[in-house]
């Protein structure tokens, strides 16, 4: 392989975690945006950014793909399915010289397990639309390498959270809730510890792979914002019945707490040799909130 290089599809919150990693190691990167004002910002950063969304493809997708060794998609399904596959699906299986093949996915293709664990071969059974969207997606994604020869991975990613974007945020801008749903436990994962799987996973290419990606700890959403609160030293807020809760929920989030599973993280670390930085959100809270401090 010559001078490894990153396309991303959706140079979003991961992706650019991703990105500096490699970037720090002597990879070059390029990807997608949607806005002038970011694509100036990781021009700024050193990242060949164009602009792409599904009424806007690439102008040459030949070009902005050229000289790729790993592509990551990291935008979601819309209500017409991957705008990706849609618009570019013909540009990408004509690249050559691909080594490796990432679609960020989510846990949500899982659906209700009613609290059991599911490992990677549990069966997909969205339960919300979004979920069979995403669901299709990753068919789509397999489908498209495995006929181009390439390997192809899907990364069924829990709950992200990171600098800017935890449950320290919701405490600091007063609206966290402690929402108390018994025996309701959800799955998270620190976007530093995404990119360690991510990059596991480019230097060690399975083929058709499908990775579940969390931490250690699935918790009750309750305990996390206590312990942000903890944290950042203000009372945690009153706690409030699920029931009460939802009544102002948008469909979204009720699809959230409508899902009940336990995600096994064992594929990453028996395969990939992954050793989480941060194996459960007291650890990897402490750590966003050294980061940001
Ligand atoms: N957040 C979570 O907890 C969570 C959990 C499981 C799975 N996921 C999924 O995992 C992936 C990575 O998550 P993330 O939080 O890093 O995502 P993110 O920060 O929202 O980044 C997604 C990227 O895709 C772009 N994008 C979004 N919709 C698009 C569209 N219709 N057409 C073209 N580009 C589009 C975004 O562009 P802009 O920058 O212009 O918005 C952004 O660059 C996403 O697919 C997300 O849905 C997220």
Known sequence: MGQPRLFCFGLGYTARVLAAALMGEGWTVAGTCRDEAARADLAADGIDAFLFDRDRPLDDAGAALGGATHLLSSVPPDAEGDPVLARHAGAM???????????????????????????????????????????????????????????????????????????????????????????????????????????????????????????????????????ACELLGVDAPPRVPFHQAAKEMSPMALSFWRDNRRVDNSRIKGELGVRLKFPDYRAGLRAVLAAEE
């Open 93 to 227: 299986a004509a690249m050559k010289g691909l080594a490796w093949a990432g679609y960020l996915s989510s846990t949500g293709v899982y659906g209700d397990t009613g609290g059991a664990a599911v490992d990677e071969s549990a069966a997909v059974n969205p339960t919300s639309e979004h979920g069979r969207r995403r669901a299709g997606a990753e068919k789509g994604w397999l489908d498209l390498w495995r006929a181009a020869g390439v390997p192809v991975h899907v990364f069924r990613l829990s709950g992200i959270y990171g600098p800017g974007r935890s449950a320290l945020d919701a405490v600091r801008a007063g609206r966290a809730r402690r929402i108390d749903k018994p025996g309701h436990l959800f799955a998270r994962i620190h976007v530093d510890d995404i990119a360690a799987v991510l990059r596991a996973s480019m230097a060690r290419p399975g083929p058709g792979a499908v990775y579940n990606v969390c931490d250690d700890e699935p918790a009750p959403a309750a305990d996390v914002v206590a312990f």
